[in-house]
């Protein structure tokens, strides 16, 4: 298991039990994790990313591909490795709402993309104070209707819902606006961000490339929103095998034909195009239909029964649109210097001055990186007990 956390001051040597001794720099921690020493908090080195790793096994110093978006001042920071898998990290001198960070080091996430990038990965993700509910996918052929119904419920529901906007390489279409219906971009542009680890997803459809970028996703979340992605199936495959948990939704034509007629009068898309969207709808619905890949199927053939049917799905119900509810705690400012100890799923912030305990409870945690790490509790008490009740 890990070392116990620390901050050093500039330059100092750090030694650890496992024989190690580090220069570390202001502000930097050395957080240990079986064979690894992860020295996080590297500010004025751009190779390294903000994390460099020692690997005691071979005696070498790894820069790795740092994947999500790390947090943007490292003015003091104390760490905590958990479960062997990620690195809690906790910022001096900030408020209770945005001081917790997750470096992923080898959770199944960053597994996978260890695998797939061939070198040492970790992964950033934010950590969020309280819940907010599944992101939703919606999937199903090209002119079914799924764009009906998301801005049917973007309009209904302006501040409980954000749309992911995700990049392809396709034109816009006239009434498109870059950054608002799509990220428009180029293939040799988006291939070199999708090498960089940027996305979450991405899949050739139809000709031209389109992917969710994790950034898109974030900022959906950060906003305290419902993040809704309208993707392929390919890409809803991807999303079901990361950690995203959302809740999948295809949507499927009365008929063939209907479809057709639907594509034809939308007059967004070329004869040629057409056949091409055509063509892979068949496809489309075999698998959106047979994979068992959704929770939800649903037929768009009457719209407004099928927009009914999808709030019902989504708990909607009878609800307006409301503030999003992202935490029931209070925001607090955190100590400018304190120290972690965990106590079972508790991690108690302990600064030397203050009597009061701040408690971070991460009992109901979910998600994590791509993405934000949600389900997290933080208040302040009085209670100094030794059983854990605090
Ligand atoms: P998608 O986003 O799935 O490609 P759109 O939302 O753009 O599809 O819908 C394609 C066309 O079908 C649009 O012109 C839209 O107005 C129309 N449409 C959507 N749902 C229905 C429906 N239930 N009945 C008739 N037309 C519909
Ligand atoms: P369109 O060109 O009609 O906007 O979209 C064509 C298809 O691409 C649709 O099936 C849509 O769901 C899918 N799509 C849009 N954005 C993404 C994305 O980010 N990833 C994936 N995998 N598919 C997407």
């Known amino acids: 298991m890990g070392e116990a956390p620390a901050l050093f001051a500039d330059d100092s040597l750090a030694s650890f039990s496992n024989g190690l001794h580090l220069k570390m720099h202001e502000f930097e921690t050395a957080t240990v994790v079986g064979n690894k020493t992860y020295v996080i908090g590297t500010t004025d080195d751009a190779t390294s990313n903000g994390v460099r790793i020692f690997d005691k096994s071979t005696g070498e110093w790894v820069f790795p591909t740092v994947l999500g978006t790390q947090p943007k001042a490292f003015n003091g920071h104390s760490t905590m490795p958990l479960n062997n898998d990620k690195i809690l990290i906790i910022k001096h001198n900030s408020n209770s709402n945005d001081c917790v960070w997750f470096l992923e080091v080898d959770t199944q996430f960053v597994q996978d993309q260890k695998v797939k990038f061939d070198t040492e990965v970790v992964a950033w993700s934010k950590g969020v ?23 049917m419920l973007m309009k209904d529901y302006p501040t409980m819902f954000g749309f992911s906007v995700s990049h392809t390489t396709r034109k ?43 950034e898109a996703v974030e900022v959906v979340a950060d906003a305290g929103k419902r993040c809704i992605l309208d993707i392929d199936v390919q890409g809803a495959r991807s999303v079901r095998a ?70 019902e799905i989504l708990n909607l119900d009878g609800k307006t649109d409301a503030i999003p509810k992202t935490s029931t705690d209070e925001v607090f400012a955190l100590p400018t210097d304190f120290s972690l100890s965990k106590f079972h799923e508790k991690i108690l912030i302990n600064s030397p001055n203050a009597h009061q305990k701040i408690v971070l409870d991460l009992s109901c945690i979910k998600g994590g990186a791509p993405g934000r790490t949600r389900g997290l509790s933080m208040y302040i008490t009085d209670s100094n007990t030794d059983d854990g009740n605090f």
């Open 129 to 151: 104070i309280g819940d907010t509910e599944r992101p939703i996918v919606i999937s199903g052929p090209s002119g079914v209707g799924k764009g009906t119904l998301i801005n």
């Open 172 to 214: 816009p279409r006239e009434k498109e606006e870059n950054g608002v219906h799509y990220h428009f971009t180029e293939r040799n542009v988006m291939e070199e961000e999708i090498k960089a680890g940027k996305f979450l997803e991405f899949a050739a459809v139809h000709g031209n490339l389109y992917g969710t970028s994790i």
């Open 242 to 311: 990361s950690s995203l948990e959302a809740i999948f939704v295809f949507i499927c034509p009365p008929s063939f034909e209907e479809l057709e007629k639907r594509l034809r009068a939308r007059g967004t898309e070329t004869e040629e195009q057409i056949g091409k969207r055509l063509k892979n709808a068949k496809a489309e619905l075999d698998q959106g239909t047979s994979s068992g890949l959704f929770d939800h199927i649903l037929v768009n053939d009457d719209l407004e029964a099928c927009y009914a049917r999808l709030k």
